[in-house]
């Protein structure tokens, strides 16, 4: 069974940063396209929106552009444990941060519908 485990979440005020990880188990994760998405105040999960993701087979990496230059998404394979860092956090980055996976497309989905691990999510909110 698939597990994800994020952690780095908290408070932090504009202009700083945060470095949130995931932690997978029950499979190895580089088999997957990775992605994180954040589920803003008031919406579903289902309508997360997508934030970073890197692919399984060519490491492609892709990002919003609310957050292009900012964050950067990376995954360390020996500890099966993927990352994303967030600097020059904006107020409006509140939100709870969640890492999926995905095994078996080609191409790196973005859509959080097409991800088939969720973990658990972690807030992080900005004070400005």
């Known amino acids: 069974q698939v597990q994800l485990v994020e952690s780095g979440g908290g408070l932090a005020q504009a202009g700083g940063s945060l470095r949130l990880s995931c932690a997978a188990s029950g499979r190895t994760f580089t088999d997957s396209h990775m992605g994180w998405f954040r589920q803003l105040p008031g919406k579903h999960r289902d309508f997360a929106e997508f934030i970073a993701g890197i692919g399984w087979n060519d490491g492609e990496t892709r990002y919003a552009d609310s957050v292009k230059g900012r964050f950067a998404i990376s995954r360390d394979t020996g500890k099966n444990t993927g990352f994303l860092q967030m600097d020059n956090l904006k107020p409006e980055d509140t939100a709870i941060y969640y890492c999926?996976?995905?095994?078996?497309?080609?191409?790196?989905?973005?859509?959080?519908?097409?991800?088939?691990?969720w973990g658990q999510g972690t807030q992080v909110t900005v004070s400005s």
């Open positions: 999926a996976a995905q095994w078996g497309s080609l191409r790196m989905p973005t859509l959080p519908g097409w991800y088939d691990n």
